[in-house]
């Protein structure tokens, strides 16, 4: 970690979503926000229960014990060139957006001293048989670590892609294949785990009750940042940090609950089906992406908790500024009423990069001379937040101090705790994905596993059903 | 580009998004579409209109000469290492979008003779200090040229850049800095141009008439995509047999009014305010982002063309198959009924990856071996397909034969003509961006740009009366 400071503090600013600043059509009411209090108390003691009774085990990822993952990264970095992860959705998100926001924007292109001798990270979380063919043919296997991650082990994607790997590195090496792949899954059951023992391969472990979108601060994202020269123990104490600023039930005191009841208010009582999250900051785009999982897996919900029809959840939107300054914001600004903006603000970059006092003959150019990115970036994101606010669209903003570990720790565990107790709110399930198996389901019976035949026929007569309509 | 076979059309499959597939209160009726005749007729003349009298130029940029930018491609293929395109927006979406689709996706880290002697390209689309930095100290100036692009030859983010990159070569290389640069900006106004003259810098035009979102075939995208080797009379060739597949005004034969059709009455008889864009191949991502900022900044308006307040627009979403399965397809299978899916689907890949014939003991993977990645992304892609279908979600498949430029030329007019239409379809202009005027008066007042003053002590006063609150 660049900076080693401790007492960072991620803090939200939540001015711009009030009725206050947005006019009550679009904006919240202090007493709105207060009349969730009762709901919140029981949130809080149903989720202090799952924590109580390990029944999930985010809560306490920053305990994980990081030196066997630490002297393994110690061992790669002298040995690889390369690291491929292949994994997908959990086993991805968390590690490109935290390797994103804390190295280099083009790392995979500096020589390996300019990386301190980490390896090259790539994740391979897709089965575009070109994009994976070329990653193949452009790294040496001898050089590669492959970082197999599936917590089933039956993960199609990723176990296509393991069995490619595994067919290459054994024509290639022979038995020397087997050291050319560490396994991340879990501690008992399935598929890869059987893998493991078979072929003795380095393994680490998933926890039972730790979920796919919830896992990055388990080995499941900590070992290939490791490998990354991420400082993972800064991670861990910046999460811990905030889990103890999230001790308490008060939604006003507490970040993350504050966080989940804004968009939850803004949804339900404000017709706000959509929440946009925009950092001011290229190396936080992949955070937005991660949070996209999180939210929507975890709050999309058919059926409440009760078993009723409810067919809940607020989709997340990646956006980025400034860039998208010139692509989305004239939507948010002037179209319907229907988004809610968190930002997300770097308050210290690591670099200033001051604009030189040339062509200050220029009118057009001369208030940009003598200044800095920096600052036109952050006068660029004021703007959007005005322009936001006074045409009543309610915004808010996660302030971070600077893009390290420690803060990023915090805001991981924030959102994750907030989609938890969001999960709450709308009365649904925030830990399990019914209809993500549907669809596997359908590719089990149509690749022609065993057992699926009975659906295979099923769903070809329902297609036959439906008209086919195509132009020309 | 690969195979060079200028027989492969575009078609739009669409039996999905009717009621017979997903029920009448999500699905469209014939009639419903045939409705909207009349209404098409009018738009076609609108639109015809606009072309004719040269007011809108993206219609004819398929007539664009190449030479002079494959000239200058040719030289720039010869001496340099690396081409950085300064731009943000329209500047660089369309760049983005084609390059990644065309090129290999790890070019950059490939050596030169493999990219067929081409330089690496890169797009600074942000002014994020940190990336921006790391971009510029990871690049040598001498090997390096700079394509500054902005149209008005004001963009405050590119002209940033411009200046800082000015300096640095300035100082680095003297006079020689002259040679390091090309522009492409309006042929006649503006600083840019200006700067041409007077420093005799080399230079390409874009058209007076045509806006930054459409203007990716236009030198904007055209020079540096051939500079990265792409074969942009493919991609024009495309794009006129676009235009003449879409020449008439009947929509059930012309594919870019349908798509129109589809989506408008998705959002207004459907009630889909969301648009989903989720392409079946990591190398078409950068299209859904493209369009993003196509649709979002045509279509997102306060006013109609006769001034009423109407705050119109239909919010796109990228997503990403088979990846966002683990994301968001929960969501979308089992969330509120808001959004409408368009799949881009990649009939042929270039490469075929094999699953090789491994564990085929294994039950949980013997479904696998022997199939390839080529069968599994389909299979997946039909499974998201067949969800969302039986659970009442309207969706289409726009399938593109293969990735290559004659391809994509197609699939960009199509969505340009479509975006036009739409604005049609909604009564607001979709040429016009008003709300981000809006915010670079904000940004020149607060960089203290003269003539503002007034502007910022107002912003100043309003943002005042916005009561803060913080958290800790």
Known sequence: MGDRNYKQDIVIDYSNVMSSAVGSDHGLLQSELEGLHPRASAIHKWLAGLKKDKKVGFFDLHETDTRPIKKYAAKVRERYENMVVLGIGG???????????????????????????????????????????????????????????????????????????????????????????????????????????????????????????????????????????????????????????TAADDIMKNPAYLFSSILYLADIAKRKPMVVMMPYSSKLYGIADWFRQLWAESLGKRYSRDGKEVYTGQTPIKALGATDQHSQVQLYVEGPFDKVTVFLEVEKFKTAMGIPEVYKDKPELAYLAGSSLNDLIRVEMLGT???????????????????????????????????????????????????????????????????????KAEIQDKMKNIPRRITQ
């Open 91 to 245: 086993s991805a998100l968390g590690t490109i957006a935290v390797n994103n926001a804390v190295n280099h924007s083009l790392s995979n292109l500096l020589p390996k001293r300019k990386r301190n001798g980490y390896p090259r990270l790539f994740v391979a979380d897709n089965i575009d048989p070109d994009q994976f063919g070329e990653l193949l043919h452009t790294l040496d296997p001898k050089k590669t670590l492959f970082n197999v991650i599936s917590k089933s082990g039956t993960t199609a994607e990723t176990m296509s892609q393991f069995m490619i790997v595994y067919d290459m590195l054994n024509k290639k090496l022979k038995g020397k294949w087997k050291k050319k792949v560490v396994i991340t899954t879990d501690a008992k059951k399935g598929l890869l785990r059987e893998m493991v023992k078979e072929h003795k391969l380095d393994s680490f472990e998933v926890p039972a009750n730790v979920g796919g979108r919830f896992s990055v601060f388990s080995a499941v994202g900590l070992l290939p940042l490791a490998c990354a020269g991420v400082d993972i123990d800064a991670l861990l104490k910046g999460s811990a940090r905030m889990a103890e600023r």
């Open 385 to 455: 937040q005005y322009a936001l606010t006074t045409h009543n669209r309610p915004n808010f903003s996660i302030k971070l101090p600077e893009l390290n570990e420690y803060v990023l720790g915090q805001l991981v565990y924030l959102l994750e705790l907030s989609t938890a107790f969001s999960g709450g709110l709308y009365n649904i399930d925030p830990f399990d994905q019914p209809g993500v198996e549907f669809g596997k389901d359908f590719a089990y019976a149509m690749m022609g596993r065993e057992g699926y035949a009975g659906l």
